[in-house]
């Protein structure tokens, strides 16, 4: 056997043994992407920093994507990986990813993640799948960081054909002029996971804090996009956490709606710190989301569950003091029949939509079904364009919505 073969099977067999201990280690389902542990860190690690020989590998796309500022006031890094179908087995395969991200002069982090690809497409079902029509699998991740230059290194790998797909590629963080005033939570060349979030965690138990309810529309920030992406996810909780780390809350109602499968997606009547981690698992099924005839049937179904949603906030028992809707701008424009608008009569909580508009649709600002909405219930938008107008607008809320006969205040004063 020549030099080169004896190379090319040290290889393979190096590359099986490397999937076999990954897959050991880590474990199926995983959560949303997280630090690896330091047994998996430093296989992935080994495996990167060899040289190896060139073999067969996924035939997947890997596509960085253009970075930007969140929310929770750090940067924002994300890729999607688009592989074939045919390339697994078809049955409910199993595929894990790293991203490996080295700082300049910082620390390096790994973090993993793990998706289970759907069975063969079945049609006794009824749903269809976007991505088993295309006979396309594809997925997001991505990573929080502060400013400055960062190496970023994917791997992705099946269980079943032991192959992998890599992409190595250096990003430039830094603030735009107009942003230079915004102080950031993350320190430069420092880098983590998209599912840190700097809430602190305390509700205002003295008996002035406000009793919050949030309606959260998890939908893309792109209004035209078919998936809830990792960062779609990340920048829905950054905006989450700054609403309640800005506003003394007594106790905080969550509830995760999507008006494309117009349904309820997340509730939790209490919501706390560990609501976060709970939230991101109930959106991330979104990633590979079904759509059934029945719901493509109701054309006005989206604004049926709009109206359910908020007169559920003014027929409750104990009604919050506020009710915000928090999402980005949506698709559906039309303004819904009147029969289809919550009717107000003077009672129940105060409501607020705070709307995200993204950078491409200045000069396209029209109202969406969520502002219509607003509107019918004397309620007051504010339309976003970065985390200083949300932080802004945050403080607007705690200063108009009153308590107990108080002004409901701003968290830190």
Known sequence: MNPRAVSNLISACALTLFLCAIF??????????????????????????????????????????????????????????????????????????????????????????????????????GNIR???????????????????????????????????????WHVHLERKRSEKKVPLTLNDNA?????????????????????????????????????????????????????MSQINCQSVRLI???????K?????????????????????GLELGMVSFQVLEQKQGYASLLSRLATLEMTDAQPSDAVILLGPHTRFL???PQGFLPARDGKGPQFFYLEYMPSWLLGREFPDVVEYVTRSLDGTSFKIHSPAELAHAVQKIAAQVKHNGKQAGVAGQ
């Open 256 to 262: 995760a709606f999507n008006m494309d499968q117009q």
């Open 264 to 284: 309820e997606l997340f509730r939790k009547e209490r919501f706390d710190e560990p609501g976060f981690n709970e939230l991101a698992q109930a959106m991330r």
């Open 334 to 336: 039309d303004k819904p």
């Open 130 to 168: 976007a991505d088993q029509l295309k006979d396309e699998f594809d997925f997001s991740g991505g990573f929080a960081a502060g400013e400055g230059n960062y190496q970023v290194e994917v791997l992705v790998a099946n269980r079943e054909a032991t192959r992998i797909c890599t992409k190595r």
């Open 191 to 243: 880098a983590g996971a998209l599912t840190i979030l700097p809430w602190s965690g305390i509700f205002d138990t003295s008996g002035s804090g406000l009793r919050l309810t949030v309606l959260l529309d998890a939908a893309p920030v792109n209004p035209y996009s078919q998936k809830l992406r990792a960062w779609d996810r990340s920048f829905l909780l950054s905006a989450l956490s700054t609403v």
């Open 24 to 125: 050991l280690l880590f474990p199926i389902p995983a959560r949303a992407q997280s630090p690896a542990n330091d047994s998996d860190a430093q296989l992935v690690n080994k495996f990167l920093d060899q040289e190896r020989e060139p073999a067969e590998g996924l035939k997947c796309v890997i596509k960085s994507m253009q970075p930007f500022l969140d929310f929770a006031f750090r940067f924002e890094v994300g890729y999607i990986v688009r592989c074939p179908l045919r390339e697994f087995a078809g049955n409910g395969s199993t595929i894990v990813s790293f991203v490996r991200v080295k700082p300049e002069g910082g620390t390096a982090i790994v973090l993993g993640d793990a998706y289970k690809l759907p069975p063969s497409v079945g049609s006794a079902s």
